[in-house]
């Protein structure tokens, strides 16, 4: 397996292709990166092999940390090689601290990351990379407690209607809509398990 590659960058389609000791080595590179190599005369790169059945493919860092970062992130369930390249587009301390303050903003910004998958990287990586912050994955201000109550006092489930109030702020911000609205919505859902 290739670890480290050093020669002279080329961009090509948007990849590296490293000219070392005439052979060419086509690497891909977070765009950030990308920049920097470009009109270089030599460069150096961290390598991370990933091999599939049918494809080899050369992902390049700048340094032995990002490469380790790399793999911690498509270790997670949902997310590939080509994501994992685009949030090494941050630097390390902006990611560390994104997980610690779990951010999921920061990550479901990324394309191909949407909430869920953004929370299972917080998940997943805050015990390898330092105490994180509690992660509210529901709403739990005021409203959505007035709302939980109001539903369980209609003889409704609290755990089913915890559910059903957080399937509703996954499609809809539960702040931005008027509670009797919310409440209906959600009696419909509930009538129906």
Do not use: C
Request: glycine share 8%; charged share 20%.
């Amino acid at each position: 397996m290739i670890g480290w590659l050093q020669g002279t960058p080329e961009i090509v389609n948007n990849q590296v292709l490293l000219k070392t000791q005439g052979v060419g080595y086509l690497v891909k590179v977070s765009p950030r990166l990308q920049t920097r190599l470009s009109g270089q005369e030599t460069g150096e790169l961290y390598i991370h092999t990933h091999v599939r059945e049918d494809q080899l493919d050369l992902y390049g860092f700048e340094t032995w940390a990002e490469r380790t970062l790399f793999e911690l992130i498509i270790a997670v369930s949902g997310v590939g090689p080509a994501t994992a390249i685009q949030i090494l587009n941050h630097d390390i301390s902006t990611i560390t601290l994104a997980i610690q303050e779990a951010d999921v903003s920061f990550f479901s910004a990324i394309p191909r990351i949407g909430k869920k998958v953004a929370q299972k990287i917080i998940i997943e990586l805050g015990s390898k990379l330092g105490e994180v912050k509690a992660l509210h994955i529901g709403p739990q201000n005021q409203a959505f407690l007035d709302m939980k109550e109001s539903l369980v006092a209609l003889g409704f489930n609290p755990d089913a209607v915890a559910a059903v109030l957080n399937d509703l702020h996954q499609e809809t911000n539960l702040q931005e809509q008027q509670p009797a609205l919310v409440i209906k919505k959600a009696i419909a859902l509930l009538g129906k398990k």
